[in-house]
């Protein structure tokens, strides 16, 4: 069965401090992969999503950055972070022809 | 104006009711995905659906693509089902409801 997951859980960084939020699916190869964020009661926003290693695309501008070193690992990451980057990140996967999207558990990140 | 756009925002039963959510779109799209967030955050993937109705348990999801408008349905709710329920079509970019959060109480 397939599984994802994303790490860390919870996260509380200084305005000015790196970012670095990971995912990883297993039992499935080629994946699509996605990187969401839900700010304090707003909804989902998709940040990033990539159908193959290195092929990122990105849905809006920000300092937020995101990479794909291996097929099913989705890298979420930032040089400085600002207080606006302050959410709920949610990793998310989904077959290539299917389009039923699976999440991760989510990354709770508080940027003081 | 959102492209996704869900009623109500808010909903209290009382356990043993039926709930319907709705949910209308006007963008063209591939599938209309209805996902469940726990209080915790995590979110499920409840439905996906292209036409017609699906039904899983006490869940039922129907779409007329022709009105674009969605509708989920929990029969028999309990309070397990307190949550927020997003849809979102599908049209090689997710486009996201608000969401609807349901309580329900014993």
């Known amino acids: 069965s397939q599984t994802i997951h994303q790490w860390p859980a919870t996260l509380v960084q200084p305005v000015g401090s790196p970012l670095s939020l990971e995912c990883t699916v297993e039992?499935?190869?080629?994946?699509?992969l996605y990187w969401y964020r839900q700010a304090a009661g707003r909804g989902l926003q998709l940040l990033f999503y990539?159908?193959?290693?290195?092929?990122i695309s990105s849905e809006v501008p920000q300092n937020l950055s995101a990479s794909r070193p291996q097929d099913r690992q989705f890298i979420l990451s930032s040089k400085k972070l600002l207080l606006s980057d302050s959410g709920f990140y949610l990793c998310?996967?989904?077959?290539?022809?299917?389009?039923?999207?699976?999440f991760g558990e989510g990354s709770r990140l508080t940027v003081l | 104006k959102n492209e996704v756009e869900q009623s109500p925002q808010n909903l209290t039963a009382q356990e043993g009711e039926f709930i319907t959510i709705n949910c209308s779109y006007s963008?063209?799209?591939?599938?209309l995905h209805w996902l469940q967030q726990h209080p915790g955050g995590g979110i499920v993937s409840l439905f996906m659906?292209?036409?017609g109705k699906k039904k899983h348990g006490r869940l039922i999801a129907t779409i007329n693509i022709q009105e674009k408008h969605s509708s989920l349905h929990i029969t028999a709710s309990h309070p397990r089902d307190s949550a927020v329920y997003i849809c979102?079509?599908?049209?090689?970019?997710?486009?996201f409801g608000a969401g609807t959060r349901l309580t329900v109480k014993p």
């Open positions: 963008v063209g799209i591939s599938a």
């Open positions: 979102a079509a599908d049209n090689n970019d997710m486009r």
């Open positions: 990539s159908v193959g290693i290195g092929q």
């Open positions: 659906l292209s036409s």
């Open positions: 039992g499935t190869s080629n994946p699509n």
């Open positions: 998310a996967w989904s077959r290539q022809n299917t389009g039923e999207l699976f």
